[in-house]
Nanobody, 128 residues
Framework: QVQLVESGGGLVQAGGSLRLTCAAS????????MGWFRQAPGKEREFVAA????????YYADSVKGRFTISRDNVKNTVYLQMNSLQPEDTAIYYC?????????????????????WGQGTQVTVSS
């Protein structure tokens, strides 16, 4: 089992920045891909970003490309999401997710059903 705990959410004005942190514990040696998803009220959960085990490959949703950066520290078992130039449409609950399959393709990383473990989420609210 892997436990994930997100932190770093909050209220920020449009154009501002936030850094989300996801701390993993438990069987972290079994984790390959780490991802961030978000869900706004009345909307489906959507892919934000993902990162491979060795940080060699990162993937982003078109809506956040160039503004958000995902990174991970395998020594600290932590994944980060640096969010810059935030806009009101970025308002959502942000979830960290872990995938323990070594065969996940970049396309599969964008599918929330691929992930095995989830955090409880952290609220991000961007005011205009």
């Amino acid at each position: 089992q892997v436990q994930l705990v997100e932190s770093g959410g909050g209220l920020v004005q449009a154009g501002g920045s936030l850094r989300l942190t996801c701390a993993a514990s438990g069987r972290t040696d079994s984790v390959y891909v780490m991802g961030w998803f978000r869900q706004a009220p009345g909307k489906e959960r959507e892919f934000v970003a993902a990162i491979s085990r060795g940080s060699r490959n990162t993937y982003y949703a078109d809506s956040v490309k160039g503004r958000f950066t995902i990174s991970r520290d395998n020594v600290k078992n932590t994944v980060y999401l640096q969010m810059n130039s935030l806009q009101p449409e970025d308002t959502a609950i942000y979830y960290c997710a872990a995938d323990n399959s070594p065969y996940t393709t970049p396309q599969m990383m964008r599918d929330h059903t691929q992930y095995d473990y989830w955090g409880q989420g952290t609220q991000v609210t961007v005011s205009s």
